[in-house]
């Protein structure tokens, strides 16, 4: 089972300020690097995540993970296309799939992944979607489609949101924005680590 909570960044730099609030789970989606860059971020992050105990999962850059020995990779439908599933299983390394549609969900299901994603459930500002906001219903929808597996829900979720997301189904919330565009991003990391129940709450 994954961390119900799970955090997207852009750049490892991220992890000094954010892991010692309690982060276990955190993709690194690095978009726009020279090889060479691309690879110390990602060796970069795997450390500070191991040192941690918390899991790195590296967003569709597959062969520079196994290159570099993670354990999770995702995979959006584009690069699911062209990825080779055979070789990234035999490296042991577990796989999540983006999902927008039923077509992309039988997709993502013929190479058994080890959790789905479904987005985005809200209107989201962090990229051009061509989808239309999912919303609720779909996620419970689709848990019932993927069965055991993981549930990941993102796009447009905020915290004032997340109870309503899990309630819906979703097993674990992805967030970009919610936390790294906001003012106070390790106090917010710590609120929603306490709304997922992984947090040191207060009395």
Do not use: C
Request: hydrophobic letters at 45%; glycine letters at 10%.
């Amino acid at each position: 089972m994954l961390p119900r909570f799970y955090l997207v960044i852009d750049r490892a730099r991220w992890l000094p300020r954010l892991l010692p609030v309690g982060l276990k789970l955190v993709q690194l989606r690095a978009k726009g690097l020279e090889p060479a860059d691309l690879a110390t971020e990602i060796r970069d992050a795997l450390a500070a995540t191991r040192s941690a105990g918390a899991t790195l999962v590296v967003n569709d850059f597959w062969r520079e993970a196994i290159d570099i020995g993670a354990e999770w990779v995702h995979l959006g439908q584009e690069d699911l296309s062209i990825a080779d599933v055979a070789a990234i299983r035999r490296a042991g390394i577990r796989i999540g799939v983006s999902t927008h549609s039923h077509e992309e969900l039988g997709t993502a299901l013929s190479i058994d992944p080890d959790y789905v994603a479904l987005g985005p459930i809200y209107p989201t500002t962090l990229k051009v979607m061509p989808w239309a906001p999912q919303g609720l219903a779909r996620i419970g929808e689709w848990k019932r489609l993927i069965g055991e597996r993981p549930l990941v829900a993102i796009g447009g979720i905020t915290l004032e949101r997340a109870p309503g997301v899990y309630a819906a189904g979703a097993d674990s919330i992805a967030v970009v924005s919610d936390v790294l565009s906001h003012t106070d991003p390790e106090g917010r990391l710590a609120d929603w680590l306490n709304i997922a129940g992984e947090g040191v709450r207060t009395p």
